[in-house]
């Protein structure tokens, strides 16, 4: 059974930094792209960011290219996500998501999210 | 990486069909053959339900389908039953590692 738990997530000040993980069991993580997606509070799906399976191509939506670092390290299947210079808006539960291949493929499997909260 | 546009709202009675609109670009829903559906219910993670514009996961009820009309994919949802009563987001991939989802639709069953 795919099994994805995020964790990270906090309150946070405007302007400061925090890096989400997701760690991932039931398949073979090194064959697979991972994606993180997120959803502010009351809102739609937004993809954040994407990554294959050997790292070797990243995406990143605009909202937070330039700030957010998507990485994995498949030794330990586990996925990241650096974010620095963080927004009130980037609020939101944040999702990990299992890709359907290792390369650009769409999420299939889904966690249960962490929460983000960036506040003063 | 505009939003997919879909509509706010849609419901029908119990045994009807609902169907749920996506629209998008040439550069994503038009572009590629990438467009897929999920349920999410209060409180809870998406499910994926339709996948390659209209491909079904094991699990997913026949009563699901998807289709897809230049840049305008589709979710049909026949003989609806009160656990459908969900949001759905489409997604579609946009190129350059890049993905977009759906502005999302709730579905009431009446």
């Known amino acids: 059974e795919v099994q994805l738990v995020e964790s990270g997530g906090g309150l946070v000040q405007p302007g400061r930094s925090l890096r989400l993980s997701c760690a991932a069991s039931?398949?073979?993580?090194?064959?697979?792209?991972m994606h993180w997606v997120r959803q502010a509070p009351g809102k739609g799906l937004e993809w954040v960011s994407g990554?294959?399976?050997?790292?070797?191509?990243?995406g990143y939506a605009d909202s937070v290219k330039g700030r957010f670092t998507i990485s994995r390290d498949n030794a330990k299947n586990s996925l990241y996500l650096q974010m620095n210079s963080l927004r009130a808006e980037d609020t939101a539960l944040y999702y990990c998501a299992k890709g359907s291949c290792g390369g650009d493929c769409y999420p299939d499997y889904w966690g249960q999210g962490t929460l983000v909260t960036v506040s003063s | 990486q505009s939003a997919l546009t879909q509509p706010p709202s849609a419901s029908g009675s119990p045994g009807q069909s609902v169907t749920i609109s996506c629209t998008g670009t040439?550069?994503?829903?038009?572009?590629?053959?990438?467009v897929s559906w999920y349920q999410q219910h209060p409180g809870k993670a998406p499910k994926l339900m339709i996948y390659e514009v209209s491909k079904r996961p094991s699990g997913v009820p026949d009563r699901f389908s998807g289709s897809k009309s230049g840049n305008t994919a589709s979710l049909t949802v026949s003989g609806l039953q009160a656990e459908d009563e969900a949001d759905y987001y489409c997604?579609?991939?946009?190129?350059?590692?890049?993905?977009?989802f759906g502005t999302g639709t709730k579905v009431t069953v009446l």
């Open positions: 997604s579609s991939y946009a190129g350059s590692n890049n993905f977009v």
């Open positions: 040439s550069s994503d829903v038009g572009g590629y053959n990438y």
């Open positions: 990554i294959s399976w050997n790292s070797g191509t990243t």
């Open positions: 039931g398949f073979t993580f090194d064959d697979y792209a």
